[in-house]
């Protein structure tokens, strides 16, 4: 089912760039990924999952929920209108979006597991 969330013109050139991705995982990224994988939640996520054109951090295809991590490049005013045009998207194929900040996942773990899970169920 994985790869039918993916643009089909676009996926090889998306799908490179996530596969990159996975490699060099941010610390925000590796400790949310340590409370996510291996079904600790009874959910499967992927990380680093094409959608459309997109490549969303982590994804349960499952329960059509995708988990931003945003980083401080995130704060100006041109990558929030990039990332309000792309949960638009990611809404219309179905998807709830939620973000976090790197300090939210790093600071408070306790607070980010409740909502995700919230948004699960």
């Known amino acids: 089912m994985g790869w039918q969330t ?8 998306v799908e490179n760039n996530a596969v990159k991705n996975r490699r060099p995982m941010t610390p ?3 400790r949310l990924w340590q409370e996510l994988r291996g079904n600790k939640l009874g959910i499967h996520f992927r ?7 997109y490549i969303a951090d982590f994804v349960s295809l499952k329960n059509h ?5 945003d980083g401080e490049y995130h704060l100006t005013p041109e990558q929030q209108e ?4 792309r949960t638009i998207y ?8 939620i ?3 790197n300090s939210q996942v790093l600071t408070d773990i306790d607070s980010v597991m409740s909502r995700i899970i919230k948004s699960l169920f």
């Open 6 to 13: 993916a643009d089909k013109q676009a996926y090889t050139a």
């Open 99 to 101: 973000r976090f900040t």
């Open 47 to 53: 990380r680093q999952h094409v959608i459309g054109t």
């Open 65 to 69: 929920l995708v988990i931003e991590i």
């Open 28 to 30: 925000a990224e590796m």
């Open 82 to 85: 990039s990332d309000r045009i």
């Open 90 to 97: 990611l809404e219309q194929q179905g998807f709830r979006v």
